[in-house]
């Protein structure tokens, strides 16, 4: 999301009292508590079960890819008809913020939901009228969007967003309450935007919250469901939710209320090295450890697997792969790497690319997904038998073909019924 915070923790059942608290945004890039070095030698609490390890290996196995073995070989490239054997059918979720909206057009046949991001949460559950996405939100530009994603059979969801630490207090505080008041004022949104349910994008990090947040998204849910029993509603999650009993969302709990978890499975490097910002795998947080988890404690059919349409540029204290950071790493679309023209190489730990240049007198390292490990993180959710997978977002793809086909895994989307 423009803002993804999620909680780092070694893992529990591998080491014991193992939490490793903290915070990270996305596009913000504030930081307050990382994962380790994705590029160093494994520790215990780094390892795969056996099972995570099959399901990586059968992973790698759907896609027709051979992949490097060795470091720093040229990435391979996504072939034509990269799933010889297609995917079994599932939904893709794809983010549209506010500012792509009238300057960007989906691909809403490759699509199974559009959530449009985002309107902002004010205290005591109310929506704030103010921002650009509120005022984008009555525009003519997304009506488009939405009568344009209805006709190719999407759902179309309104995100609901907040970081703020005093609104996530603030209807925390008087759960039940807040959750009613908020669930009144969406359902006036969904029912004039002629929308099909609500992506609720709220990134607390409080321990002291946790059950609160259970208690308030019960509340919103049920009242919701009472208005509008077609409308959906998809929580977004951390990737370390399912094995952090110290973290904000208590997501066995949660997927009671829900219709799908939405993990939001990237910013998981630490920028103080350069590293995959979502490693399949090999890293102290990475996404076979955090489906084998989610799927561990909710049903799998609930899941979508988030996977970025962006990367990080670190400047760098050297090519190697791993090195120290010497500035504040940068965000870069997915888009803006193609057009920089570099050749990425691959990195066989964590099974995704990067790119290194020198810029400026300075070693720099680009890591980001390109199609080849978005194809092996779409075949990854399907060995865990999830809902499927999405997006954050869809402009900084720029519609790149090879994209959609990775996501869809050599079939159209699944459709889920519209509110009508």
Request: charged content about 15%; glycine content about 8%; overall charge negative.
């Amino acid at each position: 999301m423009a803002s993804v915070r999620h909680r780092t923790a070694a893992r529990l059942t591998l080491v014991v009292s193992s939490i490793v608290l903290g915070a990270l945004s996305c596009a913000a890039c504030t930081v307050s508590g990382f994962a380790p070095s994705t590029t160093q030698a494994p520790s215990p609490a780094q390892l795969l079960v056996p099972s995570e390890l099959a399901a990586v290996a059968k992973a790698e196995a759907a896609v027709a890819v051979r992949l490097p073995k060795v470091p720093g070989r040229l990435a391979p490239t996504l072939p034509a008809g990269a799933f010889p054997r297609p995917l079994p059918a599932h939904q893709v979720v794809g983010f549209l913020p506010y500012w792509e909206v009238g300057g960007f057009t989906p691909d809403y046949g490759d699509l199974t939901t559009l959530a449009y991001w985002s309107v902002s949460l004010a205290a005591g559950g109310s929506i704030a009228h103010s921002g650009q996405g509120w005022s984008t939100l009555s525009s003519a530009a997304l009506a488009f969007d939405v009568g344009q994603a209805h006709g190719a059979g999407d759902r179309v969801l309104l995100t609901v967003f907040s970081e703020s630490a005093s609104v996530i207090r603030s209807v925390t505080a008087h759960p039940a309450t807040a959750g009613r008041r908020l669930a009144g004022q969406v359902a006036v949104l969904l029912s004039a935007g002629d929308l099909d349910g609500v992506d609720l994008d709220i990134e607390g990090d409080s321990t002291q919250e946790r059950a609160e947040f259970v208690r308030f998204v019960a509340s919103f849910s049920q009242r919701l469901k009472l208005l509008g029993p077609s409308w959906s509603v998809m929580l977004d999650t951390y990737p370390s939710s399912a094995f952090d009993p110290l973290g904000f969302f208590d997501v066995k709990a949660l997927v009671r209320y829900v219709d799908d978890l939405f993990v939001m499975a990237y910013d998981m490097q630490d920028p103080g090295v350069a590293a995959a910002t979502a490693p399949l795998t090999n890293a102290s947080l990475n996404d076979a450890m955090a489906l084998a988890e989610y799927a561990s404690v909710v049903p799998a059919r609930r899941i979508v697997l988030g996977i970025p349409l962006y990367g990080y540029d670190f400047p760098s204290a050297s090519k190697l792969d791993g090195a120290p950071t010497t500035g504040n790493p940068v965000a870069v679309t997915y888009a803006e790497i193609v057009a920089a023209g570099r050749h990425p190489v691959w990195d066989p730990i964590t099974e995704t690319p990067y790119t290194v240049f020198r810029r400026g007198g300075r070693w720099h390292q680009t890591w980001f997904d390109d199609p080849v490990s978005i194809a092996l993180k779409s075949a990854l959710a399907s060995q865990f038998g999830c809902a499927g997978v999405g997006v954050w977002e869809l402009g900084m793809a720029g519609n790149d073909p090879a994209i959609s086909a990775a996501l869809l895994g050599g079939r159209p989307p699944l459709k889920l019924p519209l509110v009508r």
